[in-house]
């Protein structure tokens, strides 16, 4: 049960970094907001994944991992907007 915790928090910090290079512009978030982005992403790609049939959600595939930086980048471009969004009302 740690290890797949521990694996569950390398994988999101991989898909997280991964995630904001390919997403164009600044983001600012930490690097806790940037693991946390990429283990919801990793759930959500594991999950569509494992619903087209190809393994269980925390198994590693090919399609998994790529659907969970797609994810993992439409996250991180709603969080980049929403913060900034904030950031412009003060």
């Not at 512009?25 to 907001?33: E, F, N, V």
């Not at 999950?47 to 930086?69: C, K, M, P």
């Amino acid at each position: 049960m740690l290890w797949d915790i521990l694996g569950l928090i390398v994988v999101g910090l991989i898909i997280g970094a991964l995630a904001r290079l390919i997403k164009p512009g600044k983001q600012p978030m930490s690097i806790l907001a940037t693991m946390l982005l990429g283990v919801v992403g990793a759930l959500i790609g594991g999950f569509i994944a494992s619903l087209l049939g190809t393994g269980d959600i925390f198994e590693l595939n090919v399609l998994g991992f790529i659907l969970a930086v797609v994810a993992a980048v439409i996250l991180v471009g709603a969080f980049a907007g929403y913060s900034g969004r904030n950031r412009a009302v003060r």
